[in-house]
């Protein structure tokens, strides 16, 4: 009997180290008849991301052509002038601007070189049979018309890649490439219908809702926190923060798509009695690398009489889920997301979440996950007036989604969905 030879996956696209080594790193095993490689793995935090991948992928690809180099950019030149999509890209990008004489022109030159390398590698040193590209905004997804190969292809959304399409090249990149690939996958039914309004409903049939595998390691360290809560006196010593007050966590990184600013105006029209009870806690471990933004909101906080921390050091496990922990209140206010890890894990903390009304969260309210919603800043200004009582009552509002998060967002639970994904293409 003839054994089965393995197909061989290659992971591409956004290469970010949290979310994908989470992925593979669970399914990896579970699928024996695959062998996983991956392009251009990306860092992430501080964790030694090549020693993990090298656990997990049998193959661990980097490729970077170097574009200052002249006979580099000559090599390319035949290919880059021949593809149709490249002249489109120029149209488009010509629409959108005005005129192709400028940095940015160059730079949509530079993107297609270094897309034809990529995808004259894949095509002549992978072996590949199946690609998945993660977050197919232009940039990731580009190399896809450079391709002279055929392979299945699986295409997988993470969420502001399909709510913040905010250019034509990246709109353009996705509908020219979507009927053309095998599979399509989102985490919740809102985005599937985002998918399909943008682009067509003829891609139905290739949707599938696989959603994000999360780091078991914050659940078990939550549960012994949480067991035993001695530590909680000399954590808040360690931020300054008094035993009276109450602990507010906005936000969970420093990108200004989260609304920080908004949420400060709030509070500057907010009583003083009020506002003073709060000690007010913003992540900032990755997304400002200028720290521009953070000495904007810092001046602003100047003007409101409560204290504030900026969290800029990368947490590890055991210090966030004391921070979810410490905190009375989480609030979620991104523009956009798909299913956030981040409030799924303090959800875990049966500690009150306050959460845009606007966000796609079916998913967490199908499953029983319960949590305060705010229309508007302005309503948001109300809840927190009231915020004391509401805080009281915490355990009416979220006393049972620690159970809820537990059953339907396991590690197991979620990677089995994925299994069966890659099943289907056996």
Known sequence: MSVLKNKNVLVTGIGQANYILQLYGNIVKKCPDFSFNILNLENFGNETTKERAEKIFDKNYYKKPNLKNFFTLLKAVPSVLSNSYFWKDLRIFRVEKGSLISNDG???????????????????????????????????????????????VIVTYWGSDIYRIDSWKDHEIQNSSLNNVDLITAATPEMEFAILSRFGFQLKNKLRNKRFIHN??????????????????DFKKRYNIKKEKIVLLFGHNAHIENNHLEFLEILKGLPRNIVSD????????????????????????????????????????EDLAKLKIISDVYIHAPITDGLSAFLTEFFYTNNLAIVGSWLPYNTFLNFGVDYLKFDDFDSLGRILIDLKQLIEDKDEIAGANNKIVAENFSVEKISEEWVSLFKELT
Not at 120 to 130: G, H, L, P
């Open 106 to 152: 160059l730079r949509l030159i530079l993107r297609h070189v270094n897309a034809f390398y990529y995808a004259k590698f894949i095509d002549d040193s992978t072996n590949t049979d199946i690609i998945h590209l993660h977050f197919p905004k232009h940039i990731f997804a580009l190399f896809l018309k450079y391709l002279t190969k055929d392979y299945e």
């Open 278 to 317: 709060f000690h007010i806690i913003f992540p900032f471990s990755y997304g400002d690398n200028s720290g521009d933004y953070q000495e904007q909101l810092r001046e602003i906080t100047k003007t409101i009489e409560c204290d504030f921390i900026f969290l800029t050091d990368f947490l590890g496990w």
């Open 216 to 233: 078991n390691k914050f659940y078990e360290v939550a549960d012994i926190l949480m067991k035993n809560r001695n530590w909680i006196i």
